[in-house]
């Protein structure tokens, strides 16, 4: 019995002098350690060797260059899924916010192989986009072959953005597909996420006037491919987030709802409890929210179509209209900003307020 105690003893002491010699590359000192994962939160050293993390320790430890991070915050690079500016302007902006990895999953990108090919060796941080189905279902169309090829021009030159992308397809937005339309749009969407998309991105709530079968064999579609739905609901109303969530059930597909708050406004807790719910049953289905009180979207999209005031619960005193022309800060002309709350203090920021970061997402990825 002695013996095993003295071998045991000479293991860990020999231990404790392995750590206690080893000299990393970069040792961050006394920051405030936060870990979503194992939910660590407290201060602790940091030792990285060969550009990885390879000790988390409240002893001290020794290395090569040591950095004193006290009253500061370690924590693994943010994972954004709700991002809409993908040039080098927001990625400076999300570096800052300590985001590594942007994703557009709402809207996702059009000519998705060529977008990606348009990034490589060139982002500042990691990227992606989920398929964009308002695009997909242009395409499939065959009656706007020029607003196509202006697109993937566009998107070439690293000059794609939302509103511009609107401007183009917009007379599309309100058109209904044939059924050899809607199987060719359906075709579009698998070669896209052959060519690298992450899901998806389905923001009906831009082309509400789609006809719920359309809808619903997008999500079928996703249960097949188990591919991520990523959905800006038809309305800002309980109905339509149940919607999107009997379709997920019914199908299978992987639903992940944006931006909820906006999505169900008055009724958040009431939306928040049905997502709760299907989880518990085991269904694929998340949300997201921003931690603000306005919204931000522009003028010439169906969000402000006759009827806003009474479907959004807001009047013309609670916008604002980001200045024009355009400075470092915007995404969208004609941009305006939706104040929720009456009585809230109205977010500075130009464009889209996410440009500038600070967007909470629905789950952690480390």
Not at 9 to 18: K, P, T
Request: hydrophobic fraction near 40%; include cysteine; proline fraction near 4%.
């Amino acid at each position: 019995m002695r013996n095993k105690f003295l071998i045991l003893f000479l293991i860990l002491s020999l231990n404790a002098f392995g750590q206690s010699t080893i000299q990393y590359d970069i040792v961050l000192e006394g920051g405030r350690v936060i870990d979503p994962e194992t939910k660590l939160d407290a201060v602790r050293n940091v030792g990285i060797q060969n550009g990885r993390i390879k000790m988390i320790s409240s002893d001290p430890l020794e290395g090569k260059e040591t950095v004193n991070v006290n009253g500061m915050v370690v924590a693994p690079g943010f994972i954004d899924l709700h991002v809409h500016g993908m040039s080098h302007v927001e990625q400076e902006y999300q570096l800052h916010d300590g985001v590594t990895t942007a994703l557009e999953l709402e809207w996702g990108i059009e000519h998705t192989g060529a977008w990606y090919a348009s990034r490589q060796d060139k982002a500042l941080i990691h990227y992606g986009a989920s398929v964009n189905w308002p695009y997909e279902r242009l395409r499939a169309t065959g009656r706007y072959q020029e607003g196509v090829d202006e697109l993937l021009n566009m998107v070439r030159a690293n000059e794609r953005e939302i509103a511009s992308f609107i401007q183009i397809a917009a007379p599309s937005f309100t058109e209904d597909l044939t059924p050899e339309e809607m199987s060719q749009t359906l075709t579009n969407i698998k070669s896209s996420l052959e060519e690298g998309a992450i899901g998806i991105g389905v923001p009906i709530g831009y082309l509400p006037g789609t006809k719920p079968a359309e809808m619903y064999s997008v999500f079928e579609l996703g249960g097949q491919l188990n591919a991520l739905i990523f959905t800006h609901n038809r309305q800002p109303n309980i109905l339509a987030t149940q919607e999107v969530i009997a379709n997920a059930v019914l199908t299978g597909a992987p639903l992940h709802i944006v931006h909820i708050n906006s999505m169900s406004l008055g009724q958040i807790d009431f939306a928040l409890n049905m997502v709760s719910a299907a989880t518990q049953k085991g269904f694929d289905i998340t949300t997201e929210l921003y931690p603000y009180t306005a919204a931000s979207t522009g003028l010439m999209t169906a969000m402000f179509n006759e009827g806003w005031q009474e479907k959004l619960g807001i009047d013309y005193g609670d916008l604002q209209l980001t200045p024009y022309p355009r400075n470092l800060y915007e995404t969208q002309k004609d941009q305006s900003i939706c104040d929720h709350a009456h009585d809230a203090t109205r977010m500075d920021c130009k464009g889209h307020c996410r440009t500038r970061g600070n967007h909470w997402i629905g789950r952690y990825a480390l």
